[in-house]
Protein backbone atom coordinates (compact mmCIF):
# COMPACT_ATOMS: atom_id res chain seq x y z
CA UNK A 1 0.00 0.00 0.00
CA UNK A 2 1.73 3.02 -1.03
CA UNK A 3 0.33 6.69 -2.41
CA UNK A 4 0.22 5.58 -5.88
CA UNK A 5 -3.46 5.88 -5.92
CA UNK A 6 -3.46 9.75 -4.62
CA UNK A 7 -3.20 12.47 -6.15
CA UNK A 8 -2.14 16.03 -5.94
CA UNK A 9 -5.55 17.57 -5.18
CA UNK A 10 -6.49 14.63 -2.77
CA UNK A 11 -3.11 15.53 -1.18
CA UNK A 12 -3.66 19.14 -1.01
CA UNK A 13 -7.03 18.39 0.60
CA UNK A 14 -5.56 16.06 3.22
CA UNK A 15 -3.15 19.17 4.22
CA UNK A 16 -6.03 21.40 4.16
CA UNK A 17 -8.37 19.20 6.71
CA UNK A 18 -4.91 18.54 8.77
CA UNK A 19 -4.79 22.46 9.37
CA UNK A 20 -8.05 23.02 10.47
CA UNK A 21 -8.23 20.30 12.86
CA UNK A 22 -4.92 20.54 14.10
CA UNK A 23 -3.79 23.72 13.48
CA UNK A 24 -0.87 25.01 12.27
CA UNK A 25 1.25 24.46 15.75
CA UNK A 26 0.05 21.41 15.83
CA UNK A 27 0.53 19.85 12.74
CA UNK A 28 3.96 19.33 12.54
CA UNK A 29 3.43 17.37 15.58
CA UNK A 30 0.26 15.08 14.76
CA UNK A 31 2.08 14.11 11.63
CA UNK A 32 5.11 12.91 13.96
CA UNK A 33 3.08 11.24 16.36
CA UNK A 34 1.11 9.36 13.08
CA UNK A 35 4.62 8.62 11.37
CA UNK A 36 5.90 7.00 14.72
CA UNK A 37 2.87 5.13 15.11
CA UNK A 38 3.14 3.70 11.49
CA UNK A 39 6.65 2.82 12.26
CA UNK A 40 5.50 0.29 15.54
CA UNK A 41 2.32 -0.94 13.83
CA UNK A 42 5.02 -2.05 10.73
CA UNK A 43 7.64 -3.59 13.81
CA UNK A 44 4.76 -5.16 15.49
CA UNK A 45 4.02 -7.07 12.19
CA UNK A 46 7.69 -7.77 11.66
CA UNK A 47 8.16 -9.22 14.73
CA UNK A 48 4.66 -11.45 14.29
CA UNK A 49 5.97 -12.75 11.07
CA UNK A 50 9.59 -13.31 12.57
CA UNK A 51 7.72 -15.75 15.73
CA UNK A 52 5.71 -17.34 13.60
CA UNK A 53 8.14 -18.26 11.04
CA UNK A 54 10.34 -19.83 14.06
CA UNK A 55 6.85 -21.43 15.23
CA UNK A 56 6.62 -23.34 11.83
CA UNK A 57 9.80 -23.89 10.80
CA UNK A 58 9.30 -21.72 7.51
CA UNK A 59 9.96 -18.19 6.21
CA UNK A 60 7.12 -16.42 5.70
CA UNK A 61 6.46 -13.19 4.37
CA UNK A 62 3.94 -10.43 5.65
CA UNK A 63 1.77 -11.01 2.52
CA UNK A 64 1.95 -15.04 3.14
CA UNK A 65 -1.02 -14.61 6.15
CA UNK A 66 -3.61 -14.09 3.82
CA UNK A 67 -5.47 -17.10 4.35
CA UNK A 68 -5.51 -18.35 0.71
CA UNK A 69 -1.99 -17.81 0.64
CA UNK A 70 -0.88 -19.69 3.60
CA UNK A 71 -2.82 -22.83 3.06
CA UNK A 72 -1.54 -22.55 -0.65
CA UNK A 73 2.28 -22.01 0.02
CA UNK A 74 2.66 -24.00 3.35
CA UNK A 75 -0.03 -26.84 4.09
CA UNK A 76 -0.38 -27.99 0.54
CA UNK A 77 1.31 -29.63 -1.68
CA UNK A 78 2.38 -29.94 -5.15
CA UNK A 79 -0.10 -32.61 -5.48
CA UNK A 80 -2.90 -31.32 -3.71
CA UNK A 81 -3.16 -27.75 -4.69
CA UNK A 82 -2.99 -29.66 -8.68
CA UNK A 83 -5.54 -32.20 -7.92
CA UNK A 84 -7.38 -28.99 -6.52
CA UNK A 85 -6.65 -27.34 -9.64
CA UNK A 86 -7.92 -30.03 -12.34
CA UNK A 87 -11.55 -30.16 -12.37
CA UNK A 88 -11.36 -26.17 -12.98
CA UNK A 89 -8.85 -26.38 -15.53
CA UNK A 90 -10.70 -28.79 -18.05
CA UNK A 91 -13.79 -26.28 -17.78
CA UNK A 92 -11.12 -23.25 -18.42
CA UNK A 93 -9.91 -24.92 -21.00
CA UNK A 94 -13.49 -25.64 -22.63
CA UNK A 95 -14.38 -21.93 -22.42
CA UNK A 96 -11.26 -21.00 -23.69
CA UNK A 97 -11.62 -23.05 -26.91
CA UNK A 98 -15.45 -21.59 -27.21
CA UNK A 99 -13.66 -18.36 -26.70
CA UNK A 100 -11.32 -18.40 -29.64
CA UNK A 101 -13.74 -20.13 -31.84
CA UNK A 102 -16.34 -17.47 -31.24
CA UNK A 103 -13.55 -15.00 -32.10
CA UNK A 104 -12.61 -16.24 -34.99
CA UNK A 105 -16.16 -16.42 -36.77
CA UNK A 106 -16.76 -12.84 -35.59
CA UNK A 107 -13.65 -12.00 -37.33
CA UNK A 108 -14.70 -13.81 -40.52
CA UNK A 109 -17.78 -12.20 -40.24
CA UNK A 110 -16.69 -8.90 -39.88
CA UNK A 111 -14.34 -9.55 -43.03
CA UNK A 112 -17.20 -10.98 -45.11
CA UNK A 113 -19.17 -7.80 -44.00
CA UNK A 114 -16.29 -5.40 -44.86
CA UNK A 115 -15.61 -6.99 -48.65
CA UNK A 116 -19.21 -6.67 -49.21
CA UNK A 117 -19.70 -3.05 -48.30
CA UNK A 118 -16.50 -2.46 -49.83
CA UNK A 119 -16.82 0.30 -52.84
CA UNK A 120 -14.28 -1.35 -54.57
CA UNK A 121 -16.27 -4.46 -54.89
CA UNK A 122 -19.27 -3.44 -55.82
CA UNK A 123 -20.41 -2.62 -59.29
CA UNK A 124 -19.85 0.84 -60.99
CA UNK A 125 -23.00 0.88 -61.89
CA UNK A 126 -25.08 4.39 -61.10
CA UNK A 127 -27.25 4.75 -57.88
CA UNK A 128 -30.99 5.48 -58.16
CA UNK A 129 -32.20 8.94 -57.36
CA UNK A 130 -33.84 7.20 -54.19
CA UNK A 131 -30.73 6.00 -52.97
CA UNK A 132 -28.88 8.80 -53.36
CA UNK A 133 -31.16 10.76 -50.14
CA UNK A 134 -30.30 7.58 -48.16
CA UNK A 135 -26.65 7.75 -45.84
CA UNK A 136 -23.66 6.10 -47.06
CA UNK A 137 -23.66 2.92 -45.16
CA UNK A 138 -19.82 2.62 -43.88
CA UNK A 139 -18.86 -0.53 -41.44
CA UNK A 140 -15.79 -1.20 -39.39
CA UNK A 141 -14.52 -3.96 -36.93
CA UNK A 142 -15.95 -2.26 -33.82
CA UNK A 143 -19.77 -2.09 -35.87
CA UNK A 144 -19.73 -5.56 -36.85
CA UNK A 145 -18.43 -6.96 -33.40
Known amino acids: MGLENINGWEIIVIIL ?6 GPDRLPKAINDGMKML ?3 RQMARNATGDLSKELGTDI ?11 RKHLLSEEDEAALRKPL ?6 VR ?11 SAASAAKSAVNPATTSAA ?11 ISAS ?3 IT
Open 17 to 22: VGLFIF
Open 39 to 41: RQV
Open 61 to 71: QLEDLHPKTFL
Open 89 to 94: QGIYDD
Open 97 to 107: GVADQVKRDAE
Open 126 to 136: TPAPAAAKQPA
Open 141 to 143: LDD
